[in-house]
């Protein structure tokens, strides 16, 4: 069973969720616990010193270059993800954090979509005044019925627009993905205790 005693990572993580509820994901805990040591630029060094060092950071921090050249993995950010990973993991197998579930509509939105209508809550969320945000306002009423999870929202290959109008809804704060966390009332409850032993005399 995970300890999740002041000062280690899954009651830093706890923490972290119980603080900003449905807004983190593991890669962003993992930026935040977790940070990346800085580049230090080679002083005095040539301009090719330089290019060399910062190649050889980046190598450190996110992996090296595919063959192709498109992509890297597996360096230190990728490996902070995957610890932030095993943590909600085992939280969420206490029940200190809850499931991950199908995406869902963020109920401030909802509440602003009933005052003003749909149309023109998308629009004040995406910060926009003109554009078709028809497959937006579709997609909304998908979510709104409750799809099992985001692949079965997106479909089994779904095109590049549709993912689009899935990370805008993201993006906006509208959609709520099921990679986002939230602490449970028992994490919750756990963060009390800690934080009323940690200030007791």
Do not use: C
């Amino acid at each position: 069973m995970i300890s999740v005693s002041l000062g280690t990572l899954a009651h830093d993580v706890l923490r972290l969720v119980a603080a900003h509820p449905g807004e983190l994901d593991a890669g962003t805990i993992a930026e935040r616990l977790l940070p990346a040591p800085p580049w230090r630029p080679p002083f005095p060094a040539t301009h090719a010193e330089r290019a060399a060092s910062y190649a050889a950071w980046l190598t450190e921090e996110r992996g090296p270059l595919s063959d192709d050249g498109r992509a890297r993995r597996g360096g230190r950010r990728e490996a902070a993800a995957a610890r932030v990973s095993r943590a909600l993991g085992r939280l969420q197998e206490r029940g200190l954090i809850e499931t991950r579930g199908p995406p869902i509509v963020a109920p401030w939105w909802l509440a602003v979509a009933q005052r003003r209508g749909v149309l023109p809550a998308l629009r004040s969320a995406a910060d926009v005044e003109g554009g078709d945000l028809t497959s937006h306002v579709a997609m909304v009423a998908e979510v709104e019925k409750g799809p099992r999870s985001a692949a079965a929202l997106l479909g089994a290959s779904p095109s590049g627009a549709r993912k689009r109008v899935y990370a805008d809804l993201i993006a906006w704060g509208v959609v709520l993905p099921p990679s986002q966390r939230w602490a449970t009332e028992a994490g919750l409850a756990l963060l009390q205790n800690t934080f009323a032993l940690d200030v007791a005399p």
